[in-house]
């Protein structure tokens, strides 16, 4: 229970602080730790699952997990396999993927 506790409070505190990212360093915003243990305590504590990701180009994998209640975490690893939180929140809404009209076009 006290594992469950102090992982919501960490996460709601990431959160927070991601909203105030123009005022603080980036580098006092995430919350980092081993992959496994992360992507474990998302499944545990907000039950998301991982919906997608995306390749950083050769620097990083970034992976967006989901709960059916609308929580969301942004999640991403390195090449030496550390992973960060870099952002949470909560009323994620799936939709389809469409093609962005350009202005005037």
């Known amino acids: 229970m006290a594992r469950r506790f102090s992982f919501r409070v960490v996460k709601a505190a990431v959160a927070g602080a991601v909203m105030a990212l123009p005022a603080v360093p980036v580098q006092a915003q995430v919350l980092c730790g081993g992959h496994d243990d992360l992507v474990a ?3 545990e504590t907000f039950e998301e699952k991982r919906l997608g990701y995306g390749v950083g180009g050769d620097v990083a994998i970034f992976e967006v997990f989901v709960s059916a209640s609308g929580t969301w ?6 090449v030496k396999g550390q992973s960060c939180i870099l952002a949470a929140g909560e009323g994620w809404e799936d939709t389809l ?9």
Request: proline share 6%; glycine share 16%.
């Open 41 to 43: 305590g998302l499944a």
């Open 73 to 78: 975490t942004i999640l991403m690893t390195d």
């Open 97 to 105: 993927a469409t093609a962005v009209r350009h202005p005037g076009g």
